[in-house]
C-alpha cells in the first residue's frame, strides 16, 4: 500500500532553516508528482510545492526564493529545504501523491518558527 512518512520537523529560530524529508513507499515513485502542503493552526491546508516525475518545480509565492523542493528517485524520497524561516510559516507539513486521481497523505512533521 501507498505509504509517505515525512520527517525532519522542529524547532527552530526565526530566520534558520530546516529540511524535511519524506520516503515513499508502495507505488512507482519515479513516475509520479510529489507535493509538500502544510497546515497552520485554524487554518486550511495549503499547497507549498510540488514537483512533476521529470524534476519541474512549482512553489507557493509566500515561499518562493526561500524553499527548494527535491527528489532523489533512487531513495524514493522527496525533501523540502526551508531557509529563511518566518514564524508564519509554523504548521503541520504534509507530503502528497496522486495515484490515479487519489490522494495519499503522510502523517505530516510539524515545523514551529519562534523565538
Known amino acids: 500500500q501507498v505509504q509517505l512518512v515525512e520527517s525532519g520537523g522542529g524547532l527552530v529560530q526565526p530566520g534558520g532553516s530546516l529540511r524535511l524529508s519524506c520516503v515513499a513507499s508502495g507505488f512507482t515513485f519515479s513516475s509520479d508528482a510529489m507535493r509538500w502542503y502544510r497546515q497552520a493552526p485554524g487554518k486550511e491546508r495549503e499547497l507549498v510545492a510540488q514537483?512533476?516525475?521529470?524534476?519541474?518545480?512549482d512553489y507557493a509565492d509566500s515561499v518562493k526564493g526561500r524553499f527548494t523542493i527535491s527528489r532523489d528517485n533512487a531513495k524514493t524520497t522527496v525533501y523540502l529545504q526551508m531557509n529563511s524561516l518566518k514564524p508564519e510559516d509554523t504548521a503541520v507539513y504534509f507530503c502528497?501523491?496522486?495515484?490515479?486521481?487519489?490522494?495519499?497523505w503522510g502523517k505530516g512533521t510539524l515545523v514551529t518558527v519562534s523565538s
Open positions: 514537483i512533476t516525475f521529470d524534476g519541474s518545480t
Open positions: 502528497d501523491v496522486r495515484i490515479t486521481g487519489t490522494p495519499y
